[in-house]
């Protein structure tokens, strides 16, 4: 069975705040991910790492950031939350060995007031 | 470059019925296919997928066959169920270290009892 957690799992928090939203797994994945999911459902990669040390841009610009320090470890950063922040964010992983097949956290719902 | 169209939705069918989703892609060469499900306040999971030409995934009842005449990959079961309902994402993958996937904007179904 696939390891992969968020905390928290809602969060609402007022405009100008720094936020961290976690996200780890234990399945010892190298490749992990963040997406913004909007309203209609789609999801937009906006960070992705190929393992500790590693962190690249998204399809999507975001004002977040991220660091990979630790294989199973990959948090997610806003330094002033806005509304625009607004959304669902869902961390992933993968391993290339078992296809890309990627397994997905249950998600962080923010809303930023 | 890549890419995944599923057809408009959203979706609403009786129990029992018939359901077809359509997914087509764009992409050079043979990529990995997809179908991931996301319940209600859930993240992704993956329902079923196919990593070459003809090959049929096939999961809870659902199933889909890899046509690269047509580069579809069409999601088909033949009697839904309430407990079905959810958003269905078509996506494509690249075997290798540095691939990702890409999905299509998802679908909403909704049965009705």
């Known amino acids: 069975e696939a390891d992969i957690y968020q905390t928290p799992r809602y969060l609402v928090i007022g405009t100008g705040k720094k936020i961290t939203l976690e996200c780890s797994q234990t399945?010892?994945?190298?490749?992990m991910y963040w997406y913004q999911q909007d309203p209609g459902m789609e999801l937009h990669l906006i960070h992705y790492s190929y393992g500790v040390n590693s962190t690249e841009k998204g399809d999507l610009s975001s004002e977040s950031t991220v660091s990979r320090i630790r294989t199973e470890h990959f948090p997610l950063t806003l330094e002033s939350a806005r509304p625009s922040h607004t959304s669902q964010y869902l961390c992933?992983?993968?391993?290339?060995?078992?296809?890309?097949?990627?397994?997905f956290g249950p998600g962080t719902r923010l809303t930023v007031l | 470059g890549n890419s995944v169209t599923q057809m408009e939705g959203p979706v609403t069918l009786s129990e029992e019925a018939f359901l077809t989703i359509n997914c087509t892609y764009t992409?050079?060469?043979?990529?990995?296919l997809f179908w991931y499900v996301q319940y209600p306040g859930e993240g992704l999971q993956l329902l079923l997928k196919?990593?070459?030409?003809?090959d049929k995934g096939s999961n809870k009842g659902f199933e889909a066959t890899y046509r690269k005449e047509t580069t579809s990959f069409h999601l088909e079961k033949g009697s839904v169920q309430v407990s079905d309902s959810a958003v269905y994402f078509c996506?494509?993958?690249?075997?290798?270290?540095?691939?990702?996937?890409?999905f299509g904007k998802g679908i909403t179904l909704s049965v009705r009892p």
């Open positions: 992933a992983s993968s391993d290339p060995i078992t296809g890309n097949e990627q397994f």
């Open positions: 996506a494509l993958s690249w075997t290798g270290a540095n691939s990702k996937l890409t």
């Open positions: 196919a990593t070459k030409a003809d």
């Open positions: 992409a050079t060469g043979y990529p990995s």
């Open positions: 399945m010892g994945h190298d490749k």
